[in-house]
């Protein structure tokens, strides 16, 4: 499966083909208290006419302009493995401009696949979508994705706390003895993660493995560049009263050189975790979906197709919890 800025080519998400069907965009109106305390609608899908659609992820749909790729952040939302039936109104708009703080913040590290962001700067042939992709789009450049989800670990949490109680090793690191959910590691770690053939579930491996899969010199190249980025990054979390717990990167290249593409330390993509409430010892409260994965673990959902639909107040607290997020990161407001 070919893969693209971080987009599998390919309609793998349920009720994806349902959402492209009858030709305009379908939205979803649910009530949702935005910045301007006004109702919402939530772009679930985006219909760019005879604009190639070559693939849809979890939340962003992926075009082919020219020889470039055009990234559209929806609102769709995804939980245990599948979209949902309502999304979060200005959810992609926040996520893009999550993205492009971050972008602009670690430019000097390494170079990213942004070539505009403003509409405006668009060809010409995307002008008529601007109501479709004001603020939640990137046309980016096409590159050869490295077939690896670079992860970086400053804590102990998620699949490493589960894979550590197992062995007492993440991704074959040996960590001390005695750590808990939530513990702050020695020093971060590089844990990568391959996915499954399904697409579904990420799958950690070594990094011996990263080396058989891309080359020694890469992988070496790819460690050195996610742990300064998460270095960098979880310094600026800190000083917005925010812990970065762990993320994951990925990377590409173009002409010859190692980029970075997809979505960058979203709420989506990373944990972040309020440092004043912090306490090592069990699951932490982040900044990302976890009404959502309440509310589903509540109503005793199978976790089977068809998913739910979301209730207004968990579509708005959601809602409210990534504008808090964007806030809390870039110390400014939002308005969707």
Same mark, same amino acid.
């Given at each position: 499966?070919?893969?693209?800025?971080?987009?599998?080519?390919?309609?793998?998400?349920?009720?994806?083909?349902?959402?492209?069907?009858?030709?305009?965009?379908?939205?979803?109106?649910?009530?949702?208290?935005?910045?301007?305390? /006004? #109702?919402?609608?939530? $772009?679930?899908?985006?219909? &760019?006419?005879?604009?190639?659609?070559?693939?849809?992820? *979890?939340?962003? =749909?992926?075009?082919?302009?020219?020889?470039?790729?055009?990234?559209?952040?929806?609102?769709?939302?995804?939980?245990?493995?599948?979209?949902?039936?309502?999304?979060?109104?200005?959810?992609?708009?926040?996520?893009?401009?999550?993205?492009?703080?971050?972008?602009?913040?670690?430019?000097?590290?390494?170079?990213?696949?942004?070539?505009?962001?403003?509409?405006?700067?668009?060809?010409?042939?995307?002008?008529?979508?601007?109501?479709?992709?004001?603020?939640?789009?990137?046309?980016?450049?096409?590159?050869?994705?490295?077939?690896?989800?670079?992860?970086?670990?400053?804590?102990?949490?998620?699949?490493?706390?589960?894979?550590?109680?197992?062995?007492?090793?993440?991704?074959?690191?040996? /960590? #001390?003895?005695?750590? $808990?959910?939530?513990?702050? &590691?020695?020093?971060?770690?590089?844990?990568?993660?391959? *996915?499954?053939? =399904?697409?579904?579930?990420?799958?950690?491996?070594?990094?011996?493995?990263?080396?058989?899969?891309?080359?020694?010199?890469?992988?070496?190249?790819?460690?050195?560049?996610?742990?300064?980025?998460?270095?960098?990054?979880?310094?600026?979390?800190?000083?917005?009263?925010?812990?970065?717990?762990?993320?994951?990167?990925?990377?590409?290249?173009?002409?010859?050189?190692?980029?970075?593409?997809?979505?960058?330390?979203?709420?989506?993509?990373?944990?972040?975790?309020?440092?004043?409430?912090?306490?090592?010892?069990?699951?932490?409260?982040?900044?990302?979906?976890?009404?959502?994965?309440?509310?589903?673990?509540?109503?005793?959902?199978?976790?089977?197709?068809?998913?739910?639909?979301?209730?207004?107040?968990?579509?708005?607290?959601?809602?409210?919890?990534?504008?808090?997020?964007?806030?809390?990161?870039?110390?400014?407001?939002?308005?969707?």
């Amino acid at each position: 499966m070919t893969v693209v800025t971080g987009v599998e080519v390919s309609n793998r998400v349920s009720n994806c083909l349902e959402l492209t069907k009858g030709g305009a965009p379908l939205r979803i109106d649910v009530l949702a208290t935005a910045s301007k305390g /006004l #109702p919402l609608s939530a $772009l679930l899908t985006t219909n &760019l006419g005879a604009i190639p659609l070559i693939g849809q992820g *979890k939340v962003r =749909d992926l075009y082919a302009v020219g020889e470039d790729l055009l990234l559209a952040a929806t609102d769709r939302i995804s939980a245990f493995d599948h979209v949902l039936g309502s999304g979060i109104p200005g959810k992609g708009k926040i996520l893009t401009q999550i993205s492009l703080f971050w972008f602009d913040l670690l430019a000097d590290i390494v170079p990213n696949h942004l070539i505009a962001t403003e509409v405006s700067q668009f060809p010409v042939e995307l002008q008529a979508y601007a109501d479709q992709l004001e603020g939640r789009s990137m046309l980016v450049k096409r590159a050869e994705m490295f077939p690896v989800e670079c992860v970086a670990r400053g804590y102990l949490a998620g699949s490493g706390w589960k894979e550590y109680q197992a062995t007492g090793k993440v991704c074959g690191i040996p /960590l #001390p003895e005695g750590l $808990l959910d939530g513990s702050r &590691l020695p020093e971060p770690i590089f844990t990568p993660a391959t *996915k499954s053939q =399904d697409g579904a579930h990420d799958e950690n491996i070594s990094f011996e493995a990263v080396e058989k899969t891309v080359g020694g010199a890469d992988a070496a190249e790819l460690k050195r560049l996610t742990l300064a980025l998460y270095s960098r990054a979880a310094a600026h979390a800190e000083s917005r009263g925010l812990i970065l717990a762990d993320t994951k990167f990925e990377f590409g290249r173009v002409d010859g050189q190692i980029i970075l593409g997809d979505e960058v330390l979203t709420p989506d993509s990373s944990r972040f975790w309020d440092r004043e409430t912090w306490k090592p010892g069990g699951a932490q409260p982040s900044f990302d979906k976890q009404f959502v994965r309440d509310y589903l673990e509540g109503i005793h959902w199978n976790k089977q197709a068809p998913a739910p639909a979301l209730p207004d107040e968990v579509v708005e607290q959601t809602q409210q919890k990534y504008l808090e997020a964007f806030r809390l990161l870039t110390g400014r407001d939002l308005a969707i």
